[in-house]
């Protein structure tokens, strides 16, 4: 009987997708012990964007979270989705801070490390597959999926020939935007299975109402492992259901090795969370909803909510549809790169600027340009040299590997800079990635411990 093995997203993509990773660990606490008796292959916890939301809008160490996950489910494997050279951040780091950090998220509790490039460019995969490997966790080489008229199936089995070679120990197919059809995920999920003697692991979202299909058919094509998420976070820009695609599968005669009445109590948990994310407004009905538009304009889940709040903090809602149409367009101009963070900020926030400013490339962030230079690695076809030369004036792209260009000694620096806010090599970590945000969290840390201080002391 072939074995179907589930990775449940709720505390991390799924979140991400609905609600911009806006669940704070308080309110999940309390289920953990329960989720790790349901018989996950993985819980997808960490990494993408829940750190960057964890210091910047939820006050909390995402350190210490893990930590705190960690602890609760000692019986399942923890999951983290790292960006390659770019970490957790939104440009490249120097070897020797993927090192670090990598080995940080290993000891701080994660077992599996899901690592993708922006671009599918191998050579920004190299090194934190290396030092996973080195760590004693588990790699697994991730394909951003898109398709454009760069994109074959020959090219995708290509890119997993080399992650094999890097020595990973599962070939993930990372559907980040739900455009992947039946037939196209049979299909490379085949030819992965005929290339490679690896574990393929299938990740899509419900945006276009492809992905029960889709996954179907890529189990049948021999995927071992899928992406959902828990009922009450599933659907719309999330995954698909748990229990849905447990029920159907057991039914068609596949080993899935859930337990069935904890699924439904973690559901139930669920329910009022997301009730009150909707009343809030955090949980917006569009993400919630249907859209087949999206195999055109190719954005993934979390892109979407988040281009819908930087509209609304813009008292611009009336420009979504002329944003999602400028899209495509931008990711054209920029060599087709797969819409995946940070490539789907870059080409999203350059669309809505494209559109408020009515030029377009009339205003252009500095993430941008440097995309344009080549810092974030080779675009899969060749930057619309027009639109390049608009951006860049007479400066040179870089050739080679960015970051071989880097400095050796950042994270002597950071830490330097720091000085006694730095308590752990964590805090450095957590710096490098987001300056500015990391020193207001600490910040807050100091100005909180001083309170509880003073507090005890009046106390006494």
């Not at 828990?230 to 159907?248: K, R």
């Amino acid at each position: 009987m072939k074995k179907v093995q589930f990775t449940e997203t709720v505390l991390r993509d799924a979140n991400q997708s609905l609600i911009a990773t806006r669940l704070p660990y308080e309110k999940f606490d309390t289920i953990l012990e329960t989720m790790d008796k349901a018989g996950f292959y993985s819980v997808e916890c960490w990494g993408g964007a829940t750190f960057d939301v964890c210091l910047r809008f939820l006050n909390e160490d995402p350190w210490e979270r893990l930590r705190k996950i960690r602890a609760k489910m000692p019986n399942t494997k923890l999951q983290m989705l790292l960006r390659g050279q770019n970490v957790l951040g939104y440009k490249h780091y120097p070897d020797d801070v993927v090192r670090r950090f990598v080995r940080a998220a290993v000891r701080n509790g994660i077992d599996i490390i899901r690592i993708f490039d922006a671009l599918n460019d191998v050579e920004n995969l190299k090194v934190a597959i290396e030092e996973t490997v080195k760590s004693g966790a588990l790699a697994s080489g991730t394909i951003s999926y898109t398709t454009s008229p760069v994109h074959t199936r020959e090219k995708y089995v290509e890119m997993v020939k080399e992650l094999a070679q890097m020595g990973v120990g599962s070939i993930c197919i990372k559907d980040m935007a739900g455009i992947m059809t039946p037939q196209a995920a049979y299909d490379l999920v085949a030819a992965i299975k005929d290339a490679v003697d690896l574990p393929v692991v299938m990740h899509t979202h419900c945006t276009t109402g492809l992905a029960f299909m889709t996954y179907l058919k890529g189990i049948e094509a021999g995927a071992d492992v899928i992406d959902t998420a828990i009922s009450t976070f599933s659907g719309g820009t999330s995954q698909p259901a748990t229990e849905t695609l447990f029920y159907a599968l057991r039914e068609m005669g596949y080993g899935t090795e859930l337990d069935e009445p904890v699924l439904y109590e973690i559901a139930n948990y669920f329910k009022p969370i997301r009730a009150e994310m909707l009343e809030k407004g955090t949980l917006n009905p569009i993400s919630m909803s249907t859209d087949t538009q999206c195999l055109n304009y190719q954005i993934p889940g979390g892109m979407l909510s988040n281009l819908l709040s930087q509209l609304k903090s813009l008292n611009a809602l009336d420009k979504f549809e002329e944003a999602l149409l400028e899209t495509p367009r931008v990711r054209e101009d920029m060599g087709y790169p797969p819409l995946v963070t940070p490539t789907s900020q870059l080409v999203g926030t350059q669309a809505v600027q494209n559109v408020l400013a009515g030029e377009r490339y009339k205003n252009v962030g500095a993430e941008l340009r440097a995309y344009c230079r080549g810092e974030y690695g080779r675009t899969p076809a060749p930057i619309n040299e027009e639109v390049r030369a608009k951006i860049l004036g007479d400066e040179k792209p870089i050739e080679g590997r960015y970051a071989d260009t880097l400095p050796t000694d950042a994270f002597e620096k950071a830490q330097e800079k720091l000085g006694a806010d730095a308590r752990c090599e964590e805090d450095v970590l957590s710096y490098l990635a987001f300056p500015q945000v990391a020193e207001n969290f600490f910040e807050k840390r100091r100005a909180n411990e001083e309170k509880v201080c003073k507090y005890t002391i009046e106390r006494v």
